[in-house]
């Protein structure tokens, strides 16, 4: 059965206090969901449903489902990734009244959909409610954005660790560092043998964000009436003073991520270690194929000794649009997708999806050795630190601008021109205005 969709915003600059209050105000209450929220009800006859995504060889487990469910088809369309077009597209659709009924969404972005009112609370569905369970909690607190809905459906997540090459520091008799005050230590050490013990990136401000988020940190916070920004507060400055220590004495390369320079440096040996996700395992052995089997992971360095923290770099979700009139079989697909094992299984093989559910963490893929590590049980490190993610941390409405603004300050302070703590001062500016712009509701 063919369906027509309604528009449900006029352009992302639109935001209504209702929005913002179910951003974060409850959806048991008196604001949690739009008065025109779908039913969670089974539609009649034969459903096709509309779900965009980026993953690579989705097609493929949709093909699954549609085998299995011949009254439920799903029609899945491929793009760039989120900021790479995929999410500018979803806002236009959604004021065009011609979003599809799914899409996948980063955590760091659900918000910005939220405040649009452009996401289906699904919380109307009992399964998903009851679903809660299964799921890592930190994963489950990203999509339901501080509030009793929930927006999503967890996909997968990037708990981080320590990838360090561990031949060179056996060789080398550094011993591998458990704080980061060991780690400082451990850089001097490498430096002095003309190494760098990691790159630091200007770009990547996602993984500044988990290095914050280890440390107990926030930038945002929500009290269903306003936005509060906080980019320094003393979590965020303890981490940008600390790498900004490192930076000032030579003890960290700062190539442009992603690129052969980058490739190049952790490949011959001049970079010896990279606080990363998970996925990260695929990145070093794609970017130094010459490195394989000398590598190892370990926990991410502590602030304080004995300490059981970690960050976390990455995540998605599959959220239902504002809009659908299937809101039953698109939860009920987006469940399906994310906490079967055959799907769970398919995702893993095929794009190295890193799922959100505890027993996703138990895949029989999980719990090999990996040959380019030595052959270490790599994933029982990340399946620990995926535990130890602090549930609390909130991403803002506006993260692509955050993300920008970051991103162009620390360009400037690994030349010398300010600091990384500048960086994150003139951003909080920034993020305020932006906001205002907007008129979100945002805190003095």
Request: contains cysteine.
């Amino acid at each position: 059965m063919q369906h027509k969709k309604r528009a449900v915003v006029t352009g992302v600059a639109l935001l209504s206090a209702l929005a913002l209050a179910g951003c974060s105000g409850g959806s048991g209450g008196d604001g949690g969901s739009t008065a025109d929220a779908a039913s969670c009800a089974p539609s009649d006859g034969k459903v096709t449903l509309d779900f965009t995504s980026w993953i690579p060889g989705i097609e493929d487990v949709v093909a699954m489902w549609n085998e299995e469910n011949p009254d439920i088809q799903v029609n899945v369309q491929t793009g760039p990734n989120g900021n790479g077009g995929t999410y500018k597209s979803f806002f236009s659709q959604l004021a065009a009244g011609n979003a599809p009924d799914l899409g996948q969404i980063e955590y760091d972005a659900l918000a910005s959909f939220r405040v649009q009112d452009g996401l289906e609370d699904l919380s109307a569905c009992e399964d998903v409610v009851a679903a809660e369970k299964e799921f890592i909690p930190w994963t489950w607190g990203q999509v339901t954005l501080g509030s009793d809905g929930v927006y999503g459906i967890p996909q997968d997540s990037g708990p981080m660790a320590l990838f360090y090459r561990s031949d060179l520091f056996e060789q080398n008799g550094i011993a591998v560092p458990t704080t980061w005050d060991e780690y400082k230590e451990a850089a001097k050490a490498i430096r002095a043998k003309g190494g760098y013990i990691t790159n630091f990136s200007t770009a990547d401000i996602n993984q500044f964000a988990g290095f914050v988020w280890q440390a107990n940190g926030h930038w945002f916070s929500n009290d269903g009436k306003e936005w509060t920004v906080d980019l320094t507060g003393d979590e965020s400055t303890k981490v940008a003073e600390y790498w900004q220590e490192l930076l000032d004495e030579d003890l960290v390369s700062t190539y442009p991520a992603w690129t052969e320079e980058w490739n190049n440096a952790y490949n011959s040996g001049e970079v010896w270690s990279w606080n990363s996700a998970v996925w990260g395992a695929n990145s070093i052995s794609s970017g130094a194929p010459d490195t394989a089997g000398l590598w190892s992971v370990a926990p991410s360095p502590q602030w304080e000794a004995g300490g059981k923290s970690a960050g976390n770099w990455g995540g998605s979700s599959i959220a239902v649009f504002k809009g659908t009139d299937h809101l039953y079989e698109a939860a009920k697909f987006a469940l399906w997708l994310n906490t079967s094992d055959e799907a769970l299984t398919a995702l893993n093989e095929s794009a190295n999806i890193y799922p959100a559910t505890t027993a996703g963490l138990e895949l029989p893929s999980l719990q090999e050795g990996v040959e380019f590590y030595g052959g270490q049980k790599i994933y029982d490190v990340f399946a620990e630190a995926a535990s130890q993610v602090n549930p609390d941390f909130v991403w803002g409405p506006t993260m692509t601008q955050t993300y920008a603004d970051v991103s162009d300050g620390f360009q400037k302070a690994v030349t010398g021109s300010g600091t990384l703590l500048d960086a994150l001062k003139s951003a909080q500016e920034s993020t305020i205005s932006t906001l205002k712009s907007q008129s979100i509701p945002v805190a003095e």
